[in-house]
């Protein structure tokens, strides 16, 4: 019983002590691509910042307010865009997402909700519980990819301006530092001239210039054209900086996860090795016991 309980042990050692190697280079992958994806997402922002500050500044033209992007409406009908990741062992970061969304869907019953998927782990939670996702994107690899997200965003602006819903959300988690990632939830349509303008002043209280000395702009070949070309940039860059902020997230909370596990296989592996020596110590001195009993009875 002693052998094979040794046995036992050595295996559930050898078995700790594999898993481990294993999540220590999945935490040094995580890490490398964490490095990629914040390095991209930095250098995604100022872009998208520059558009909405020049959106912001139009804000108060008649022709970016009248247009039909802007238009709010009562409907009952919503667009909710839930982003997730494709893959797991990243803790709780697809669950916590997950759970925000599905408190949002069972707690507005009134609502005709519609889902868009980004990700295959919201697609697959969703698609078992029927609800109805009229589109889904999966195979992205934990990446932002532009072309996709240009595609995601026509899609989207092609159902509003269709009448196909009165409003779209977007669902993701914002990446703030390392180990902090919040589950946001913002509308992407319609627009806020509203929004476009307290994003602008934001940004320029940050540093920049203030909002009493704005720059003066010209625009050719007229300003409704100009705004014509940047509204689906404006949008398709929202798309993109979102799948962004979830790449970089993602990859900080499997770096974050596999970096625990690692912790808890060398605190397993201490406490299996102590056993196994215990068990081992044991076994050694019961068979010490053993000898010495037979040699006493031979003598006598």
């Given at each position: 019983?002693?052998?094979?309980?040794?046995?036992?042990?050595?295996?559930?050692?050898?078995?700790?002590?594999?898993?481990?190697?294993?999540?220590?280079?999945?935490?040094?992958?995580?890490?490398?691509?964490?490095?990629?994806?914040?390095?991209?997402?930095?250098?995604?922002?100022?872009?998208?910042?520059?558009?909405?500050?020049?959106?912001?500044?139009?804000?108060?033209?008649?022709?970016?307010?009248?247009?039909?992007?802007?238009?709010?409406?009562?409907?009952?009908?919503?667009?909710?865009?839930?982003?997730?990741?494709?893959?797991?062992?990243?803790?709780?970061?697809?669950?916590?997402?997950?759970?925000?969304?599905?408190?949002?869907?069972?707690?507005?019953?009134?609502?005709?909700?519609?889902?868009?998927?980004?990700?295959?782990?919201?697609?697959?939670?969703?698609?078992?519980?029927?609800?109805?996702?009229?589109?889904?994107?999966?195979?992205?690899?934990?990446?932002?990819?532009?072309?996709?997200?240009?595609?995601?965003?026509?899609?989207?602006?092609?159902?509003?301006?269709?009448?196909?819903?009165?409003?779209?959300?977007?669902?993701?988690?914002?990446?703030?530092?390392?180990?902090?990632?919040?589950?946001?939830?913002?509308?992407?349509?319609?627009?806020?001239?509203?929004?476009?303008?307290?994003?602008?002043?934001?940004?320029?209280?940050?540093?920049?210039?203030?909002?009493?000395?704005?720059?003066?702009?010209?625009?050719?070949?007229?300003?409704?054209?100009?705004?014509?070309?940047?509204?689906?940039?404006?949008?398709?860059?929202?798309?993109?900086?979102?799948?962004?902020?979830?790449?970089?997230?993602?990859?900080?909370?499997?770096?974050?996860?596999?970096?625990?596990a690692t912790k808890?296989?060398?605190?397993?592996?201490?406490?299996?090795?102590?056993?196994?020596n215990k068990a081992?110590?044991?076994?050694?001195?019961?068979?010490?016991?053993?000898?010495?009993?037979?040699?006493?009875?031979?003598?006598?």
């Amino acid at each position: 019983m002693a052998v094979e309980s040794l046995k036992v042990l050595r295996r559930r050692v050898r078995s700790v002590r594999n898993i481990k190697q294993i999540t220590r280079a999945m935490e040094m992958v995580a890490a490398a691509k964490l490095r990629r994806a914040q390095a991209n997402l930095m250098a995604a922002r100022p872009y998208a910042a520059k558009l909405q500050e020049l959106l912001g500044r139009l804000s108060a033209d008649e022709h970016l307010r009248q247009h039909p992007l802007f238009e709010e409406r009562e409907g009952p009908r919503r667009i909710l865009v839930l982003f997730t990741a494709d893959r797991g062992l990243a803790g709780s970061f697809n669950t916590n997402l997950i759970k925000k969304a599905e408190d949002l869907l069972k707690s507005q019953s009134q609502t005709q909700w519609q889902l868009v998927t980004v990700g295959r782990k919201g697609h697959d939670y969703f698609r078992r519980r029927s609800w109805p996702i009229v589109e889904s994107v999966i195979g992205l690899k934990g990446a932002a990819d532009p072309i996709e997200a240009r595609r995601v965003a026509e899609s989207l602006v092609k159902r509003f301006l269709a009448g196909e819903c009165d409003r779209v959300d977007l669902l993701y988690s914002r990446f703030i530092s390392t180990v902090v990632y919040r589950p946001t939830l913002g509308q992407y349509l319609p627009l806020s001239a509203q929004a476009l303008i307290e994003g602008r002043d934001e940004r320029a209280q940050a540093g920049r210039r203030t909002a009493s000395q704005p720059a003066d702009y010209l625009f050719e070949p007229s300003v409704g054209r100009v705004i014509e070309m940047l509204l689906p940039r404006y949008l398709a860059s929202r798309i993109h900086i979102t799948m962004a902020e979830m790449a970089t997230a993602e990859h900080s909370a499997r770096m974050v996860a596999m970096n625990n596990a690692t912790k808890n296989c060398t605190e397993l592996g201490d406490q299996l090795t102590l056993k196994l020596n215990k068990a081992r110590q044991a076994a050694i001195t019961k068979e010490l016991l053993e000898i010495v009993g037979g040699a006493e009875a031979l003598k006598g």
